[in-house]
Nanobody, 120 residues
Framework: QVQLVESGGGLVQPGGSLRLSCTAS????????MGWYRQAPGKEREFVAG????????NYRRSVKDRFIISRDNAKNTVDLQMNNLKPEDTAVYYC?????????????WGQGTQVTVSS
């Protein structure tokens, strides 16, 4: 089992930045692929960004590409999401996810989520 704990959410004005962090524990060897999802009120959960084990491959949903950056530190078992130029439509609960093989469409491990609210 892999346990994932997110931190770093909060309230930010449009155009601002936030950095989310997720720490993995337990059988971290199963967290080969890590990433982030989000779920806005009344909407389905959607993929945001993913990263492979050595960080050499990343992918993003189109609406966040060029604004969000995903990174990981395997020595610390963490994956971060730097979110820049935030927009009201980025408001959602953000979930860290991990899987041994693929981050999409259904990763095996999930964090509890952290709220991100973009509002003036």
């Amino acid at each position: 089992q892999v346990q994932l704990v997110e931190s770093g959410g909060g309230l930010v004005q449009p155009g601002g930045s936030l950095r989310l962090s997720c720490t993995a524990s337990g059988r971290t060897s199963d967290a080969q692929i890590m990433g982030w999802y989000r779920q806005a009120p009344g909407k389905e959960r959607e993929f945001v960004a993913g990263i492979n084990y050595n960080g050499g491959h990343t992918n993003y949903r189109r609406s966040v590409k060029d604004r969000f950056i995903i990174s990981r530190d395997n020595a610390k078992n963490t994956v971060d999401l730097q979110m820049n130029n935030l927009k009201p439509e980025d408001t959602a609960v953000y979930y860290c996810a991990a899987d041994r093989y693929a981050i999409s469409p259904s990763p095996e491990y999930w964090g509890q989520g952290t709220q991100v609210t973009v509002s003036s």
